[in-house]
């Protein structure tokens, strides 16, 4: 159900209330979810964003590719202030489809090229901690490296040259 949200096919609000009533939850859906990421956010990797920084002003492009309902992708917006640290985004709820399917690489591929036109697929670099979207965008032809903790990125810095 929760890929289903995040490709907006089904609204988070309604679909988190059957699990609300089991958990004996007392208050709105809303205010669930904006504990909870609030609680998740405390795990936000913001050293890691500052590092992604030094790729940015080596006039690297970097992007965010997630799966998010549209309700944690303004959460996250807001908290980590997505649009001053990245060059921009690409959620899975504005979409329609999530990773790993073949229809969001074909979708981010779209995006990009309205900045970048003749950009070859090969040239668009994929980040990301599971192994299965690693998978799924190579498959797609996207060059794809699985980052697992700090040291990975620090390597792809160095391996990018910035």
Known sequence: MTRDCDASKFDPMIEIVPFLQRIGWKGTPKEYFIEQYEFESTYIDF?????????????????????QNYFRKAFLIRKMRLFSQFDGAFFSCDFGVTKPEKAYWERVVDQVRKYKPLIDIMDILFLDDMKENIESARSFGLKSIQIENSLDIERVII???A
Do not use: D, P, T, V
Request: proline share 0%; charged share 25%.
């Open 47 to 67: 050293g890691l964003i500052e590092r992604i920084q030094i790729l940015r002003k080596c006039g690297i492009k970097c992007y965010i590719a997630s799966n």
């Open 159 to 161: 391996e990018l040259g």
